[in-house]
């Protein structure tokens, strides 16, 4: 089994920073797309960004500019640095891998357990 474990969630004024975690664990035999999505509550569950094995990223419009996604293959871990942090931000952040658990098994969705990101104004 896949196991994402989050860290780095909690409470920052408007304007400031936090740095969210994520390592993959487990069986795996090969990782393709991580990044982190948010839900609001009464909102639906959107992409906050992306990122490839060979480091292409995407992100969503609002957070252009201020988040940061990378990732460490070897480690497995992806991190999003957010910066500049708004009100809106404020959601449950999940952590997404797509993973291939043995050559040739199909590619498989898995999800962290989510992490608190709240911003005061």
């Known amino acids: 089994q896949v196991q994402l474990v989050e860290s780095g969630g909690g409470l920052v004024q408007a304007g400031g920073s936090l740095t969210l975690s994520c390592k993959a664990s487990?069986?795996?035999?090969?990782?393709?797309?991580m990044g982190w999505y948010r839900q609001a509550p009464g909102k639906q569950r959107e992409l906050v960004a992306a990122?490839?094995?060979?480091?292409?990223?995407n992100y969503v419009d609002s957070v252009k500019g201020r988040f940061t996604i990378s990732r460490d293959n070897a480690k497995s871990t992806v991190v999003l640095q957010m910066n500049s942090l708004k009100p809106e931000d404020t959601a449950v952040y999940y952590c997404?891998?797509?993973?291939?658990?043995?050559?040739?098994?199909?590619?498989?969705?898995?999800w962290g357990q989510g992490t608190q990101v709240t911003v005061s104004s």
């Open positions: 990122i490839t094995s060979g480091g292409s990223t």
């Open positions: 997404h891998a797509e993973v291939m658990l043995r050559r040739w098994s199909p590619w498989e969705t898995n």
């Open positions: 487990g069986s795996i035999f090969n990782i393709k797309a």
